[in-house]
């Protein structure tokens, strides 16, 4: 069974910084793209970075020279660098990853439980 557990989030004031992390355990042959996505409440769930097993990475917009998406693929572990965190970026964030189990195994998409952030103004 793959776990994805996610860590980092809590209340920040606008204009700091949090850190969240996301460690994979369990049975895994590979880990391909890993992202991490955020849901306000009353929205559908965005996407806000995303980062190749060969370190690529794309951002939201409006994400884009605040938020650092990286991972280290010997500890499994893909992290989300937020700074000058603003409110609008209050939401809960989720990470993502596509992970193969075995060789003879379909890639399956996997969430974690979901970390809250919240900035307050």
């Known amino acids: 069974q793959v776990q994805l557990v996610e860590s980092g989030g809590g209340l920040v004031q606008a204009g700091g910084s949090l850190r969240l992390s996301c460690a994979a355990s369990?049975?895994?042959?590979?880990?391909?793209?890993m992202a991490w996505y955020r849901q306000a409440p009353g929205k559908q769930r965005e996407l806000v970075a995303a980062?190749?097993?060969?370190?690529?990475?794309n951002y939201q917009d409006s994400v884009k020279g605040r938020f650092t998406i990286s991972r280290d693929n010997a500890k499994n572990t893909v992290y989300l660098q937020m700074n000058s965190l603003k409110p609008e970026d209050t939401a809960v964030y989720y990470c993502?990853?596509?992970?193969?189990?075995?060789?003879?195994?379909?890639?399956?998409?996997?969430w974690g439980q979901g970390t809250q952030v919240t900035v307050s103004s």
């Open positions: 993502n990853a596509a992970i193969r189990r075995a060789l003879v195994v379909n890639t399956g998409n996997y």
């Open positions: 980062i190749t097993s060969g370190g690529s990475t």
């Open positions: 369990g049975s895994m042959f590979r880990i391909y793209d």
